[in-house]
């Protein structure tokens, strides 16, 4: 089961049963495998900006019965939310076209479970799956490619060879190609763009697994969605991938242009969309 898992990625299954045997739990639950995980692979706390260990350990400890440890010579089976999250983190692994299944996969695996205990602590530590699979989607691109735009053109347009001619967005060099490609798709509809301040956004949840919409009419069914009140935090630009939240110290992250669905920060707006011409210009601020 375990043939393609780094050394790593075993050490945790090993942390994990010790963990589940200290609660003295009859199974090795995601709440267990995430603190194995942040026992054996301290540079994945990148992706846990708001906790730390200790802190995890405590909500772990608030929300677990109280049972007297048991002996770690006794074999515990995996619960079956945990053995999701490692068919989760071998899915994980395949789409990112990697041959093993390392701690990533599996921290990655824990967020795909979004019901259980693990994962809703990932979320208020701020961890982000989207941003952690184009990391590592960046990493796996070969050869290494120096400009900021992997990241974007992996999620939205597939990676292709691009030229090497550049434009800067906030103080990044992104390619040409991709960033015309962007401007196009978002030029594909005769879309009226106004300028707004981001606010966080209401979303329906859905209370089996934990996933979200838009769509709040879900919640006339209150047996299976509830709404979340201001549970959409953040945005990015359509283009660049800049980030968009609610504050009231800074411009440039705190407003943006919007048709309504998608986003636009101002210098990408004021950039490409209120210069139709700037491509076929000679745009002196391409290199």
């Given amino acids: 089961m375990f043939e393609r898992y780094t050394e790593k990625a075993r050490r945790v299954i090993f942390f994990s049963r010790y963990e589940a045997s200290q609660f003295g739990s009859p199974k090795i639950e995601t709440e267990h ?23 995890i350990r405590q909500r772990v400890e608030d929300h677990s019965k109280k049972r007297p440890p048991t002996s770690t010579a006794v074999d515990l089976p995996l619960s079956a939310a945990a053995k999701r ?13 990697h041959k093993h299944i390392g701690t990533e996969h599996l921290l990655l ?3 795909d479970e979004h019901a259980c205990f693990a994962a809703k602590l990932l979320r208020e530590a701020g961890a982000d799956g989207a941003e952690m699979r184009l990391h590592y989607a960046e990493q796996q691109s070969q050869p290494p490619k120096p400009w900021s735009f992997q990241r974007a053109s992996y999620r939205d347009l597939g990676f292709r060879v691009l030229s090497a001619e550049t434009v800067e967005i906030h103080g990044s060099r992104w390619n040409v190609d991709y960033v015309r490609d962007a401007v196009q798709l978002c030029r594909a509809y005769n879309w009226h763009w106004h300028k707004s301040t981001w606010m966080p956004r209401d979303i329906a949840v859905e209370r089996r697994t934990g996933r979200i919409s838009f769509d709040l009419g879900l919640a006339s069914d209150a047996a299976n969605f509830e709404i979340l009140k201001g549970g959409w935090k953040k945005d990015h630009c359509f283009i660049c991938r800049w980030e968009l939240f609610e504050t009231q110290d800074d411009a440039s992250h705190g407003s943006a242009y919007t048709n309504g669905h998608d986003w636009l920060c101002t210098e990408c707006y004021s950039k490409f969309w209120e210069r139709p011409d700037f491509f076929s210009s000679s745009y002196s601020d391409i290199t």
């Fill in 109 to 111: 695996g824990l967020l």
């Fill in 33 to 55: 495998l995430l603190l194995g995980l942040i026992r054996e692979d301290k540079a994945l706390y990148r992706w846990l900006p708001k906790t730390d260990l200790q802190a």
């Fill in 85 to 97: 999250v490692l068919k989760h983190a071998a899915d994980e692994a395949e789409r990112l076209a």
